[in-house]
């Protein structure tokens, strides 16, 4: 109890469970903790060996929203995740972590749709032929349209305490919609058009200094 109201005390507004004894999913993983919501399950972990901290996020089948669907759910998880290292004594000088593995942007409901409103809205990106009219690769496509101030400025704001910036994303596996993956779309992507809406990301992490 002593650690769960020293993690409240860092200011983390909504409504987790947290379960901080997590089963790590691999043997090089550190267990941070576990979060229930309404619409899904959260597990963090954090890999000694990559620098990383992982997301997994388990949407619940009857769930009728996203599960982090704003911008502060987001930084409350990167909040919380540090603030967790930063009490098991994992955050040592030197031991720089180099991304924050979010998972699948369609569970991010901010940055899902701040991706595809920005597709549809770019004149590099045919909405009709689902792919940017220069040929660049989907993944590369998202990861520039994240790659903006708007994005990037408040997770750094998130970040700062602990000493890093958001540097950018790095993703793979880009969806973009269409009939193969109507059953998958999101209700603000436009049914009629094709437009990127989801993706497995990293957010890359920089040190301050």
């Known amino acids: 109890m002593g650690m769960l109201r020293a993690i409240g005390a860092a200011g983390l507004l909504f409504p987790f469970l947290l379960l901080l004894a997590a089963r790590a999913n691999a043997d090089s993983e550190i267990p941070l903790f576990t979060a229930e919501r309404e619409a899904c399950d959260i597990n963090a972990t954090a890999t000694s060996e990559w620098r990383t901290i992982i997301f997994r996020i388990t949407p619940r089948p009857s769930a009728s929203r996203t599960c982090v669907a704003t911008q ?13 290292l930063s009490i098991k004594e994992m955050d040592t000088e030197g031991a720089t972590y180099r991304s924050i593995f979010l998972g699948r942007l369609i569970d991010y409901e901010w940055l899902s749709r701040q991706l595809s409103e920005s597709a549809e809205a770019d004149a590099d990106w045919s909405a009709t032929t689902g792919k ?15 790659d903006t101030p708007s994005v990037l400025d408040p997770l750094s704001d998130a970040l700062k305490p602990y000493g890093y910036r958001a540097g950018g994303f790095s993703c793979e596996k880009a969806m973009v919609s269409g009939p193969d993956t ?7 992507v ?9 993706a497995l990301c990293h957010l890359v992490l920089k040190p301050l200094n």
């Open 72 to 84: 502060n759910d987001t930084e409350g998880l990167i909040t919380l995740a540090f603030a967790t």
């Open 182 to 188: 109507k059953p998958f779309q999101p209700a603000w």
């Open 190 to 198: 436009a049914a009629e058009k094709q437009l990127p809406f989801d």
């Open 132 to 146: 940017a009219r220069d040929g660049e690769r989907a993944e590369a496509y998202v990861q520039r349209s994240l």
